[in-house]
């Protein structure tokens, strides 16, 4: 069994999940094959412990109990929940510290490409483009939706409040970010808009 899933991702995952799932909890972990975290979180490190397959079957068993829009509730709460966790560790200290280096005309382009590199860590690798309206990623895959279908519209609200939250704590001001396409509604590949 080969894990690629860090700890820092299942850490904050389950943590949202606990405070958001009541008594669906152990019930989703059971579903993803997740059940040896059930008495304790992993570490919040880089260190892997989780399979990709794994994290894709908890968010599909989340989908399944939980529905459409409060699945899109819920990943949108856990999201702003980590990034705000997220913000009191090292790495972002780190992070904070090499924003404000960075030309203010030239820091949403650098937001951007420093939380795709995160997310190719954490989470999944990211296409990035441009237009004059906004920077856009594109997760390929996406482990959020990865096995849901038939959506009426995005559901991936993590990304939206993640990258949110970070950037209050990175850039001291709002960055306005949306799903613009989801492969759960039938996308090829989710991609999220973060507005100039």
């Not at 990623?137 to 939706?145: F, G, L, S």
Request: proline share 6%; glycine share 6%; charged share 20%.
């Amino acid at each position: 069994m080969a894990y690629e899933v860090p700890a820092m991702t299942i850490h904050f995952m389950l943590l949202a999940l606990q405070e958001s799932s009541g008594p669906h909890y152990e019930k989703l972990l059971m579903a993803a094959g997740l059940t040896r975290f059930l008495r304790k979180l992993p570490p919040d490190g880089w260190e892997p412990v989780a399979e990709k397959a794994e994290l894709t079957r908890l968010f599909t068993a989340v989908y399944g109990t939980l529905g459409e829009a409060l699945t899109r509730n819920f990943l949108r709460n856990w999201g702003q929940f980590t990034g705000n966790k997220l913000a009191a560790t090292p790495l972002v200290a780190e992070l904070r510290a090499a924003a404000q280096a960075v030309p203010p005309a030239d820091q949403l382009a650098w937001f951007v490409q420093t939380m795709a590199a995160f997310s190719a860590r954490s989470w999944a690798p990211h296409i990035i483009s441009e237009d004059d309206r906004a920077w856009y990623c594109e997760m390929d895959p996406c482990p959020v939706c990865r096995d849901i279908r038939g959506a009426h519209g995005p559901i991936c609200g993590d990304c939206e409040g993640m990258y949110s939250a970070m950037a209050k704590h990175l850039l001291g001001h709002r960055v306005v970010i949306e799903e613009v396409a989801c492969a759960a509604a039938g996308a090829a590949r989710c991609k999220w808009a973060y507005y100039k």
